[in-house]
Structures are given as C-alpha cells and as structure tokens.
C-alpha cells in the first residue's frame, strides 16, 4: 500500500536495512526546472492565494494512487481511504496563519469520468470496471474547486478513451457552477493527470530507472495498455489547445 514501505518492512540478519524504494527527479537538461518537493505549507499558501479551499480527484485506479500521493507528501501517516470504497472526503489540516483552517480533499472512483446516478460495490463492475457519482459530490459544495482528473488506464483502445473524454468536457460544460452566471466569482481549475505507463518487472529489486524515454520504449508492452499511453497523453493536450483557442 502506498506509503507503507517503512512500516511493513521487517529487518532481518541478510537484510537489516529497506531497499530504497522511490527516487528523487532531477532534470540534467534544464536543472533550473528540477521540481521542489511538495509540501502541506506551499499546497495550503498556493490554494489560498487562490481562493480555492477544495481539491477533488475524479478517475480510475491511477488517479487513486495519485491522491494516495499527494496525501502523503502533504505529510500525513494516515491513508485517505480504500480505492475499494469508491469514494471518501478528509480534511488536510494547514499550518496555523494559512488563508484556510481545512482544505477538503476527495476522491470519487469513476473510469470513464462519466455522470452516473448510483455507485456499485467493489468487484461488481458498473461501467466495464468502476464508475461513481462524482457530478453530485462536485456540485454538493459551492467553493472554488481544484479538480483534477484522469482516464485511459482502464480503457485499452483509443476510440473508447478518446469518446470518454469528449463526453467528460461536454459534461463540465453543462454544469451550473457559481461563477457560470456570475463574472465576479473565479471560475474552478480542471488538471489533466497525465496517464504515466509502468514497465515490466518493476516489482523487482535493486532495479535502476531508465536512463532516457528512448531506452524505455524499447520494453513496452501491451500489458494493462501501457504501450497506449503516449497517444492518450497526446489526444487529451490537443484537446485542451482546441478549447483554448475557442475560449
């Protein structure tokens, strides 16, 4: 489980301390574009800054583990929920002088970022895997809202993921938010989580990452689709450059 690999490992006299598990990003190209590490402090001044006291997350399973993610660098030992739950709202508490006490953090499980009116339990798919209300969840508070969201993972060929994300815009287009009839009130932000392929034989130990993007490809696979991925990423940036240029 995310998160856990400190507390479930378990020394012994062949190996007394935990293989790494995770690397540090460092761009060699461009240096200056090495990313800081994210932390609750920065996260709670940046969400003030913009007057948005609310992030929600809405997609499949990698969208789980990126929630799973950010709730951990924010520096919280606990988990947020089970991706079997479907869905689950915590608080992420802010360092005292924040603009904001909370900010809401939520995750609804829904692959095909569709609008459906009823949830399903876990191992009886609804949509081909899984799919929750999450226009509900989204409309249930007013607040300016962080949201970010992803799909493709489950969806293992271009026209159904294509279709599902030409459905997903139009969906955000029909909802009624403040700042729809209202110019005064900002508009809530949309992130696409870019879908990130995994490899062959990543649980193994004493593995080194890729040396470039090139040596990667050379290992792709079809397995879970990832060898999809690249053309998913693609399809949904030259979607939001159209919708720029209409704006």
Request: with cysteine; net charge negative; charged share 25%.
């Amino acid at each position: 489980y995310a998160g856990k690999a400190e507390r479930l490992f378990e020394p012994s006299v062949l190996n007394p301390y935990r293989k790494p598990t995770t690397y540090r990003y460092e761009d060699t190209l461009y240096p200056s574009c090495t990313p800081e590490l994210f932390n609750v402090e920065g996260f709670c001044e940046v969400m003030g800054e913009m007057e948005m006291p609310r992030m929600m997350f809405v997609g499949d399973s990698l969208t789980f583990q990126f929630s799973q993610s950010v709730w951990k660098l924010l520096g919280n030992d606990s988990d947020p929920g089970r991706d079997d739950l479907g869905t689950w709202t915590k608080q992420i508490a802010c360092p005292v002088g924040s603009v904001y006490d909370e900010i809401t953090f939520t995750f609804v499980r829904n692959d095909q970022l569709n609008d459906v009116s009823e949830g399903t339990s876990f191992g009886t798919p609804n949509c081909f895997d899984y799919c929750y209300p999450w226009v509900t969840e989204y409309q249930s508070n007013p607040a300016r809202t962080l949201l970010v969201f992803n799909t493709g993972a489950h969806r293992y060929k271009h026209p159904l993921m294509q279709n599902d994300i030409k459905q997903f815009l139009e969906l955000l287009d029909s909802i009624d938010r403040p700042a729809t009839n209202d110019e005064s009130v900002k508009k809530d932000v949309f992130l696409f989580r870019s879908t990130v392929p995994g490899h062959k034989e990543c649980e193994k130990m004493n593995i080194e990452p890729y040396g470039s993007y090139d040596e990667y490809i050379r290992f792709w696979t079809d397995k879970y689709s990832w060898n999809n991925f690249a053309g998913y990423n693609d399809f949904v940036d030259r979607k939001i450059e159209d919708r720029k240029s209409i704006l």
